[in-house]
């Protein structure tokens, strides 16, 4: 049974809250789900965010216990200038396959060829490159060009990132974790006035 974890962190001065989703892959459904909060060791500053998160993700990814097959970034992976993005570093520093999925693409990298219909609320999947090279996919719904980009990470190979994307989508036009981890950091830290999410 293939699991994916998805990290969703929040992080405002020197707090950062997180909520961590373990996604059963095969029966499309949340298997578990934690939230921690955590004092950061860097001060959040905008223009270092990938540095910033990459470190604080780390952190928290590290205390997850449970067994995972995949781990889902919030962030690009090879679909990046220099075939190095977020995903990568994360998923290598903590030696899991990694992948990374993103609203908008980076310089360099392009949408490409059609490979098939998902079914679902119209959403196609569509090849992605980045400077000409096959880094991963983007799910797009019909003409809107509106949808995720999933890049390759750190130890994933196209063809399992293309079953995981279906797998993600076959039911679902978003991603359901992380609207259920937005929801859950919301709900759950909406007491602390000085934490808006």
């Given at each position: 049974?293939?699991?994916?974890?998805?990290?969703y962190?929040?992080?405002?001065?020197?707090?950062?809250?997180?909520?961590?989703?373990?996604?059963?892959?095969q029966?499309?459904?949340?298997?578990?789900?934690?939230?921690?909060?955590?004092?950061s060791?860097?001060?959040?500053?905008?223009?270092?965010?990938?540095?910033?998160?990459?470190?604080?993700?780390?952190?928290?990814?590290?205390?997850?216990?449970?067994?995972?097959?995949f781990?889902?970034?919030?962030?690009?992976?090879q679909?990046?200038?220099?075939?190095?993005?977020?995903?990568?570093?994360?998923?290598?520093?903590?030696?899991?396959?990694?992948?990374?999925?993103?609203?908008?693409?980076?310089?360099y990298?392009r949408?490409?060829?059609?490979?098939?219909?998902l079914?679902?609320y119209?959403?196609?999947l569509?090849?992605?490159?980045?400077r000409?090279?096959?880094?991963?996919?983007?799910?797009?719904?019909?003409?809107?060009?509106k949808?995720?980009f999933?890049?390759?990470?750190?130890?994933?190979?196209l063809?399992?990132?293309?079953?995981?994307?279906?797998?993600?989508?076959?039911?679902?036009?978003?991603?359901?974790?992380?609207?259920?981890?937005?929801?859950?950091?919301?709900?759950?830290?909406?007491?602390?006035?000085s934490f808006?999410?």
């Open positions: 049974m293939k699991k994916i974890l998805f990290p962190l929040q992080a405002q001065d020197s707090m950062v809250r997180c909520c961590i989703v373990l996604w059963d892959l029966r499309g459904l949340i298997d578990k789900a934690c939230l921690y909060q955590n004092t060791q860097l001060r959040y500053v905008s223009q270092e965010r990938a540095w910033h998160e990459a470190n604080e993700w780390i952190n928290l990814i590290s205390r997850f216990t449970e067994n995972y097959d781990l889902l970034v919030l962030g690009h992976g679909a990046h200038p220099r075939f190095w993005g977020l995903a990568c570093s994360i998923g290598a520093a903590l030696g899991v396959k990694s992948i990374g999925v993103a609203h908008s693409l980076l310089p990298s949408v490409t060829d059609f490979v098939g219909d079914g679902y119209g959403m196609q569509y090849k992605l490159e980045t000409g090279e096959q880094t991963g996919f983007a799910v797009l719904r019909g003409e809107l060009k949808g995720f999933y890049s390759i990470g750190w130890g994933v190979e063809e399992e990132l293309e079953w995981i994307v279906q797998k993600i989508h076959r039911n679902h036009a978003s991603l359901p974790f992380r609207n259920f981890a937005r929801h859950a950091v919301k709900t759950y830290f909406s007491k602390d006035r808006s999410v």
